[in-house]
């Protein structure tokens, strides 16, 4: 990994970073994704129900590959080779692509994403002492909150790029998602809200 290293502690002091380790934070965020994934397959909802449960997704999986391509990928790159990743980012575009299509099914796809994933997550958990999984945890958590919400399939994927763009698209989705009222977190879902600018 090549994150700075950790400032030496005192002999025989036990110490852990605050925070989550990545496979916490993104087994956790896969377990929302198929939430909404299975809210969105619900026959009854209403066409506007429906189109903020696929905001929320679109939103909460934009944000969710940006952080893998920022941290995750560039780990298991060094770990595995760029085969494995490369294979990722490719699912991962596809991927936005669907979510740019009102019409389009896009749980089976996330569901191979997060079957994928997990295991890179079991690899990585097996060779990485648990600091450098709360650190990385808190990096994709830090990426996450600068990141796009909405898909942007054409836009860079791999660092250093992605650490550069993703940031400057999220701030301009934000500012969208505020004109107009758009959810974007699985918590907004059943908050009652009038929040549009305009």
Not at 167 to 172: D, E, F, M, Q, S
Not at 178 to 188: I, N, Q
């Amino acid at each position: 990994m090549t994150l700075p290293p950790l400032p030496p502690t005192p002999a025989g002091v036990n110490w852990r970073p605050g925070g989550r380790s990545v496979v916490d934070v993104l087994a956790g965020e896969h377990a929302v994704i198929a939430g909404l994934c299975a809210r969105l397959a619900d026959p009854a909802i209403t066409p506007h129900r429906r189109r903020e449960i696929r905001d929320v997704l679109a939103a909460t999986v934009s944000r969710h590959l940006s952080a893998e391509e920022q941290y995750l990928y560039p780990v298991i790159r060094r770990m595995r080779g760029p085969g494995t990743v490369d294979r990722e980012i490719a699912a991962a575009r596809a991927l936005r692509r669907a979510l740019r299509r009102p019409g389009s099914d896009v749980a089976r796809g996330l569901r191979e994403h997060a079957a994928s994933v997990e295991g890179m997550l079991a690899a990585l958990a097996a060779a990485t002492p648990p600091d450098e999984l709360i650190r990385l945890g808190n990096r994709v958590e830090i990426a996450e909150e600068a990141a796009p919400t909405r898909p942007h399939p054409k836009a860079p994927a791999t660092p250093p790029w992605n650490k550069i763009a993703d940031p400057a698209l999220g701030v301009l989705d934000r500012l969208r998602d505020a004109f107009t009222g758009r959810r974007t977190r699985a918590t907004d879902l059943d908050a009652r809200r009038e929040d549009r600018l305009f």
